[in-house]
């Protein structure tokens, strides 16, 4: 019997066509040998010699790089907590309040949650003498309170999901609460975990907002890439002659 195409196997194709060919374009044209991204001017690797002459472009990714693996790792270990408690205990004082708190960063624009940080860390600095400088920290800070809100969201959907029938079990025949969390729950949210791990990272250098404002000129890869696409389309402008 022949496999058919099915509607909904035609439309997870145009989906993933729709996904993934613009990054398929994008890497082609990285080989392009012209300045212009319109122009095929033959294939060349001289873009990525000059990436990796440039050591103030790799200290600004090695520096996200690193703030996103510890961002991530502390928004799923939050998101994880928040996930537990949202989706185990059906009733108690303030969960309305809490789950609004928790899906807050879904739905505010990004300026206004990174100037609210701002002014959180400035009216802290002039009150408790903490923290005295923003950098690193800062950022770190503000992309875990923004990534424990898709990490929450992501872990909850896979909890809902996970048989509590196998945790009373393993409870009824003597295991602790904390036993059955990483022997029993852990392992059957793990995927859940993985992806929240892989999704953060990625929304990195989509979050300016909260990269930008938290820090003061920390040469990270977004504050870099802002600053130089200024600085490249003031001076297109000031070329340009009507």
Known sequence: MKNKITFSNMILILGLVFLYLPMLILMIYSFNESRLVTVWAGFSTKWYGELFEDQQLLA??????????????MAVVLGTMAAFVMTRYNRFRGKTAFSSMI??????????????????FVAMANSIGWPEERGMLT?????????????????????????RSIEE????????????????TLPGI??????????LPCHWTTWLS???FPAREQQHYPWLYSHRYAWGSLQKSMRWQP
Not at 60 to 72: H, N, P, T, V
């Open 169 to 184: 079990a393993a409870m009824d025949l003597g295991a602790t609460p904390f036993k059955t969390f990483f022997q029993i």
């Open 60 to 73: 600004a990714i090695g520096m996200s790089l690193k703030i996103a693996f510890w961002s991530s790792c």
């Open 139 to 163: 950022i770190w800070i503000a992309h875990v309170t923004f990534c424990a809100a898709y990490a929450t969201v992501v872990i909850s959907s896979r909890l809902r999901e996970v048989d």
């Open 210 to 212: 909260p990269a930008l």
């Open 190 to 199: 793990a995927p859940a975990l993985a992806a929240g791990c892989c999704l």
């Open 103 to 120: 899906t807050a960063p879904l739905v505010m624009p990004d300026v206004i949650t990174g100037l609210s940080l701002l002014l959180l």
